[in-house]
């Protein structure tokens, strides 16, 4: 047998696959280890097979046909590649050498195997490369050149040859400085060795610079190039490849450029006078932000201390009528505690203590009209680019600290541009969805306008970029800055719900993104109220102040007024009166105060007990009670102290008669006066949110019925009569936002809030709908029922 030969024994240790197979029944005689292990077949399976069993692309036909040569004598040995199948069903590339070996007793065919997978992918792999080189090279923008050790033309690309004008065919194997690079545009020769690109190769170091070409038309061309060695693995250098490009518009602009500047030299120093001054006064304003830090509580206690003395100035008034000489001294009086409560303002004011009056906005019109007092301060060396987008949405933010921001983040740019660059002012709508407020805590998902301030100025390292918000951070030298204004713009943005973003790359420039809430109201149109004429009246007043000689001066002054006064010193003394049973019209009440119950808690209990009661709060700082996110709460009324018996008389009489024209509206106006008389339905799925939403709208006083999904919400609206439908949008059995439509279709008076945390597009709902976005606070709820219009209660502080 062949098998037991030594030519058998070096087939089967062989390193490679080795077949035997007969010449007659084509049946494996013999097939080596390496084969076997690589097929995962047995030696008794493999005697049963033939060459087609285990080559899936050649059948039986298609192989004899193959082997014929073989047989016939035409040829000696066979080579051809093809694939193996293994017993699992996998295959892999194989390069076969296929002999007939003939002897005296016997023939046999013999196959000698290789396998190329591996071979077959690194091919594969590398005409991918090179497919993705040839599409760089083709597809720049960039004329590439390439030349060898003799500065002999090996290589252009389709740029090249439209730039030259010659075809790489006409100047391969020339040299390339012969072909392209000849002659200065005088006419005289420019030799080789005057070429800083030919320098590359020799100097084995990177040349870069300006020349000028000769087209083979024989005009000439200004190129900007950049000519590198090149080096094969060892290192050696070998050639030379060449980038180039038409710089004509390049030259032509340095020269616009050049002569632009020279004419603005002297409108510049006209200017740098006036931009000093706003320097100045900005520098001032910063400086203010740090004493707002220290004026809060001071302007609470003194506040109290004017109260008494005006109030008590006023009161004084009476009994010296007609003595010249004491009413000129009141006057007096009166003139110190005017330049007193207008000091204490100003401190509040100038350190941004003050509550915002955020209004509807459209940042696009405000940058149209800060565009002149931009260009005077930032001077004509600073190009200013302003960018809107169509159909911009309006913010809800304080015009006059928007317009400071603005002007803040203006000047920084124009520093860091070492005044001279471009400023891009953009204006455009945004939504930061839930999944950047999730990478960005303090982000609540939803629509905002976006604000960006961009410069070319010198950009900041990371380490210096995690500190700019920071108060008294400034990287301008000592003396040249406070190290306030993108603190003070970083807390107007918070301030009124919004999110900055600022994006910095050393030597690229800055880029400082606002984002502020969207609103969908419209710009408002101020109508001057007309001066109410000072009155009293006959209603009860609770009057609730912890200093006893600011409450006795009110208590005093309101009875002058004719009001019947009750009083109390704090909180938990007034609750008890306002629960007693006696008729109260007014709640007058301090802000801050000590106590276990809030004046909030107090006024929403008063509320409760006596549904069509005003409230009137009155403080000298509000803090946090009364005011959230820097601006006054929806819908209450506050008199700052100091005030005097006009200002008290007229505020008192206002909120009397606001509040006695709600009590006498229809019936049918839902919700006139108190919370407690609107009907929510609440629609949530998930039922621990569902739990917590309920209580939220409980604990606000209204009455309140739950669904888990549609079908139980449209039972519940076709049995009872709701005022406010409040629902998530996705529902296990369908759509919040079909069930909203559905149910307004039935009800058109019904109010809509749209609670959830996707980032929808709203612009396609009813614009009379409200957006809640997940996760809110019983404060944000409060407000977007409030914003439906059917509830017209104070919007109180909660917790």
Not at 674 to 689: K, Q, W
Request: some cysteine; hydrophobic content about 40%.
């Amino acid at each position: 047998m062949l098998a037991g030969t030594w030519w058998a024994r070096i087939v089967e240790d062989g390193m490679g696959e080795s077949y035997v197979f007969d010449t007659e029944s084509f049946q494996f005689k013999l097939v080596n280890r390496q084969a076997r292990e690589n097929l995962g077949y047995g030696t008794t399976e493999l005697t049963a097979m033939t060459p087609w069993d285990i080559k899936p692309e050649i059948a039986k036909p298609l192989f004899l046909d193959l082997i014929a040569p073989l047989v016939s004598g035409a040829e000696s040995i066979l080579t051809f590649e093809t694939v193996h199948q293994r017993k699992d069903g996998s295959c892999y590339d194989v390069s076969v050498r296929l002999q007939l070996l003939r002897s005296d007793a016997d023939a046999v065919f013999f196959a000698a195997i290789e396998d190329i997978t591996a071979r077959r992918l690194a091919e594969t792999r590398l005409r991918e490369t090179t497919d993705r080189l040839d599409a760089i090279v083709n597809n720049t923008r960039m004329a590439l050149f390439m030349m060898d050790d003799s500065q002999r033309c090996i290589f252009m690309n389709a740029v090249a040859e439209a730039m030259t004008g010659f075809t790489f065919a006409e100047a391969r194997g020339r040299v390339l400085h012969d072909v392209i690079h000849h002659t200065h545009p005088d006419g005289r020769p420019f030799p080789l060795a005057d070429c800083a690109i030919d320098r590359a190769f020799p100097e084995n170091n990177q040349q870069s610079g300006e020349e000028v070409f000769v087209h083979k038309d024989g005009s000439f061309y200004p190129v900007g190039f950049t000519a590198s060695p090149m080096r094969d693995a060892t290192g050696k250098t070998i050639g030379t490849v060449i980038e180039a490009r038409l710089i004509a518009d390049e030259i032509q602009a340095r020269e616009t450029m050049r002569t632009y500047n020279s004419t603005l030299q002297r409108e510049i120093e006209v200017a740098v006078a006036q931009r000093k001054q706003t320097e100045v006064q900005l520098v001032q304003a910063q400086k203010m932000e740090a004493i707002g830090n220290l004026t809060g509580g001071i302007a609470h206690d003194f506040n109290n201390i004017l109260q008494v003395i005006r109030g008590n100035l006023d009161l004084l008034s009476r009994n010296v009528a007609g003595v010249e000489a004491a009413e000129r001294r009141l006057e007096y009086a009166r003139a110190g505690v005017e330049r007193g409560s207008k000091l204490t303002s100003q401190l509040l004011a100038f350190g941004r203590r003050q509550p915002l009056e955020p209004a509807p906005l459209h940042l696009g019109r405000l940058l149209q009209g800060l565009d002149d007092m931009l260009r005077r301060t930032l001077g004509d060396a600073v190009e200013i680019e302003t960018v809107s987008s169509d159909d911009l949405w309006n913010c809800n933010v304080d015009r006059a600290q928007m317009e400071n921001a603005i002007l803040n983040l203006a000047i920084n740019a124009r520093d860091a541009m070492a005044n001279r660059g471009k400023l891009t002012l953009e204006v455009g709508n945004a939504v930061l969805d839930d999944q950047y407020a999730t990478d960005h805590a303090e982000v609540t998902a939803g629509q905002y306008v976006m604000l960006a301030v961009t410069d070319t100025g010198c950009g900041m390292a990371p380490e210096t970029l995690a500190k700019v918000f920071e108060p008294f951070f400034s990287t301008k030298p000592e003396g040249e800055g406070t190290g306030l204004g993108l603190s003070m713009v970083y807390g107007f943005v918070k301030q009124s719900g919004g999110h900055v973003k600022m994006y910095s790359e050393v030597g690229e420039g800055t880029t400082i993104r606002l984002y502020l809430p969207r609103t969908r109201r419209a710009e408002d149109t101020e109508t001057p109220q007309p001066v109410r004429d000072v009155q009293g009246g006959s209603e009860t007043i609770l009057v609730v102040e912890d200093d006893d000689a600011v409450r006795a001066t009110a208590v005093e002054m309101l009875t002058d007024l004719g009001y019947r006064v009750l009083k109390a010193a704090n909180a938990d003394s007034a609750l008890a009166t306002v629960e007693s049973g006696v008729p109260i019209d007014l709640l007058f009440t301090d802000v801050v105060m000590p106590g276990n119950l809030r004046s909030t808690d107090l006024a929403r209990r008063a509320i409760a007990a006596h549904p069509h009661i005003g409230v009137l709060f009155s403080s000298g700082y509000t803090q946090n009670a009364i005011v959230h996110a820097g601006k006054l709460d929806e819908g209450v009324e506050l008199l700052s102290k100091p005030y005097g018996r006009d200002s008290l008389a007229r505020k008192v009489r206002q909120v009397l008669d606001d509040r006695q024209a709600q009590a006498a509206a229809p019936e049918t106006t839902p919700s006139i006066g108190t919370a407690r008389t609107l009907r929510v339905l609440a629609v949530e799925d998930e039922a621990m949110i569902r739990i917590v939403l309920v209580d939220m709208l409980t604990e606000l006083g209204y009455e309140v019925a739950e669904a888990g999904g549609v079908a139980q919400a449209r039972t519940l609206l076709e049995t009872t009569d709701f005022d406010v439908l409040v629902t998530d949008i996705t529902l296990p059995d369908g759509s919040g936002i079909d069930l909203a439509l559905e149910a307004t279709s039935q009800k058109p008076s019904l109010g809509v809030v749209v609670a959830s945390g996707l980032a929808a597009d709203a612009t396609t709902w009813p614009a009379a709908w409200i957006v809640l976005a997940k996760p809110y606070n019983e404060a944000a709820l409060k407000s977007a029922i409030v914003q439906t219009g059917l509830d017209r209660s104070p919007l109180l502080a909660l917790p």
